[in-house]
Nanobody, 128 residues
């Protein structure tokens, strides 16, 4: 498994932007597919985005498509989530996750059960 530490959360007004980072420790970061999930208060954890090992394939939830961008820098063992045009409904704790699962297809990596390493989360609050 890999240890993950998120950063970059905070309070932002609607329409604003934030960039989340997730630093990974451990070997073979480049061999993991990385994902972002979020959990709003009183709701289940939901998929946000994922990026495969070399960054060639990305996946997004419909609710964030066109507004969020996932990327990774394998040399820095870091994955990012760039968020623009934020909405109050984006308010949640955002979690970084890693998996060695190999999958292809549009339905891949959208379940939290596909991932086995998790960070502690970072709070994102979007005010209206």
């Amino acid at each position: 498994q890999v240890r993950l530490v998120e950063s970059g959360g905070g309070l932002v007004q609607a329409g604003g932007s934030l960039r989340l980072s997730c630093a990974a420790s451990g070997r073979a970061f480049s061999s993991y597919t990385m994902g972002w999930f979020r959990q709003a208060s009183g709701k289940e954890r939901e998929f946000v985005a994922a990026i495969k090992t070399r960054g060639g394939s990305t996946y997004y939830a419909d609710s964030v498509k066109g507004r969020f961008t996932i990327s990774r820098d394998n040399a820095k063992n870091t994955v990012y989530l760039e968020m623009i045009s934020l909405k109050p409904e984006d308010t949640a704790v955002y979690y970084c996750a890693a998996t060695a699962l190999v999958c292809s297809g549009i339905g891949c990596y959208r379940s939290h059960s596909d991932f086995n390493s998790w960070g502690q989360g970072t709070q994102v609050t979007v005010s209206s």
